[in-house]
């Protein structure tokens, strides 16, 4: 199956990939196998925002995964958010990612 991975970036975020972005790749990857994944980092969107003050984690905390892969057909929505946050529960509770923002599909849908 084609598999596109794209990281979009803007003039105010990081040009590297961080560890935390890192694993999150690795584990959609491994576990959904997609047909498409996008992962994109949005934290310097987030990061003057009062929840984040004090925050350890400033520079990968906010993420937007659009993803398309044959693991969500047949599952609802919640379904889906469900799967990918389990997976990513350390990223979650240890590593500092404050928030997800997920476009998920089967591949039966379009991805758009």
Known sequence: MFRSIIRQMSSSSPSTIGPVE????????????????????????????????????????????????EVFNGKNLPARHRLVYNLLDDEINKQGVHALQMKLKGTNESIQ
Not at 22 to 27: G, Q
Not at 35 to 48: V, Y
Not at 49 to 61: F, K
Request: proline fraction near 2%; charge should be positive.
């Open 22 to 69: 890192a694993s999150i790749s690795t584990k959609l990857q491994s576990t959904f196998h997609p047909t498409f994944l996008e992962i994109r980092n949005d934290s310097h969107k987030h990061a003057k925002h009062a929840g984040m003050q004090g925050a350890s984690n400033r520079t990968e905390s906010h993420f937007f995964i659009k993803m398309q892969s």
